[in-house]
């Protein structure tokens, strides 16, 4: 049976009650409208973690997000978190919608074990290439030049992202696919026929989907001992 995963509600529901260290959290400049419309994944970790640590590259960010909002940040080069002068373990690493940025994910993830003990799991999520609507873009001439983010360096497939965790000694904890980002309105009570129409197309469409043409990879991952 397909488990219908919403990216961002199993990320906050894996870190209930845990101790979370958040790369690449800030969102660019799109955390403060994001805060707005109660979806800053960051702000959503927050509010069910008991520890909650971030690290980014954009330094003004972090001292502004340090000063107004109050949390524990810190700027990181992800390829050189050997440079970060924080020596605590967590309990969950969360690595969502990065990876696909770094030029050197090697670094990355042998950087991320110092913060791992052998019960730590380490969440990576990345936009699946073959996705349905991936392929329909590509099917349609709208190639890539047209829709991808101009930030991201590489793609990884479910089969090319497994490979490179084993490589670098990781193993698998959950290895599966994200629906969409969040449930969003599916839970709201709307009585319109029209709204009621589009809910049931949605779940048609989600049926006869398989799950390897869902939006994205995520990848729960632990240290191989």
């Known amino acids: 049976m397909k488990n219908k995963i919403y990216r961002k509600d199993e990320i906050v529901k894996l870190c209930k009650d845990k101790?979370?260290?958040?790369?690449?959290?800030?969102?660019?400049?799109?955390?403060?409208q994001k805060i707005l419309e109660n979806d800053w994944l960051h702000s959503k970790i927050a509010n069910v973690a008991n520890r909650l640590v971030g690290f980014d590259y954009l330094a003004d960010d972090i001292k502004k997000i340090r000063e107004k909002y109050e949390y524990e940040c810190y700027y990181a080069d992800v390829m050189k978190l050997e440079n970060v002068a924080i020596e605590q373990k967590f309990d969950i690493i969360?690595?969502?919608?990065?990876?696909?940025?770094?030029?050197n994910p090697g670094l990355m993830l042998d950087g991320i074990k110092r913060f791992m003990n052998d019960d730590s799991i380490l969440i990576i999520t990345t936009p699946n290439p073959w996705s349905k609507n991936r392929i329909?873009?590509?099917?349609?001439?709208?190639?890539?030049?047209?829709?991808?983010?101009k930030e991201h360096v590489c793609w990884y497939?479910?089969?090319?992202?497994?490979?490179?965790?084993?490589?670098k000694g990781f193993e698998e904890v959950n290895y599966t696919y994200s629906y969409a980002e969040n449930k969003g309105s599916e839970?709201?009570?709307?009585f319109s026929i029209i709204k009621l129409l589009k809910k049931i197309k949605k779940y048609l469409i989600y049926k006869i989907t398989p799950e390897y043409l869902f939006d994205g990879l995520f990848f729960v991952t632990k240290m191989r001992k």
Do not use: A, M, P
């Open 19 to 32: 101790s979370v260290l958040h790369l690449g959290f800030i969102q660019h400049d799109l955390y403060e």
């Open 94 to 103: 969360v690595c969502g919608e990065l990876i696909e940025h770094i030029e």
């Open 136 to 149: 329909k873009l590509i099917q349609s001439g709208n190639l890539e030049n047209k829709w991808l983010n």
């Open 157 to 167: 497939s479910f089969e090319t992202l497994k490979q490179l965790l084993e490589r």
């Open 187 to 190: 839970n709201k009570t709307d």
